[in-house]
Nanobody
Framework: QVQLVEFGGGLVQAGGSLRLSCAAS????????MGWFRQAPGKEREFAAT????????YYADSVKGRFTISRDNAKNTVYLQMNSLKPEDTAVYYC?????????????????WGQGTQVTVSS
């Protein structure tokens, strides 16, 4: 089992930045692809960014490309999501997820473990 806990959410004005962190504990190793997903009120959970186990491969949703950066520190069992130029439409609960012994993926159904989420609110 792997436990994931997200940190760093909050309230920010449009154009501002936030950095989310996701700390993994339990059965941790570097053999997990990680992803960030988000869910706005009344909407389905959607993909934001993903990174493979080594950190050498990343992929972003078109809606965040060029503004968000996913990275990881395997020594700290932590994955990050740097969010810049935030927009009100980025408001959502952000979840990190881990995919065991597999590559990066944008499909939430392919992830094995999920955190509880952290709220990000962007005011206009």
């Amino acid at each position: 089992q792997v436990q994931l806990v997200e940190f760093g959410g909050g309230l920010v004005q449009a154009g501002g930045s936030l950095r989310l962190s996701c700390a993994a504990s339990g059965r941790t190793s570097s053999s997990y692809a990680m992803g960030w997903f988000r869910q706005a009120p009344g909407k389905e959970r959607e993909f934001a960014a993903t990174i493979n186990w080594s950190g050498g491969s990343t992929y972003y949703a078109d809606s965040v490309k060029g503004r968000f950066t996913i990275s990881r520190d395997n020594a700290k069992n932590t994955v990050y999501l740097q969010m810049n130029s935030l927009k009100p439409e980025d408001t959502a609960v952000y979840y990190c997820a881990a995919r065991y012994l597999s590559g990066a993926s944008s499909r939430p159904q392919e992830y094995d473990y999920w955190g509880q989420g952290t709220q990000v609110t962007v005011s206009s």
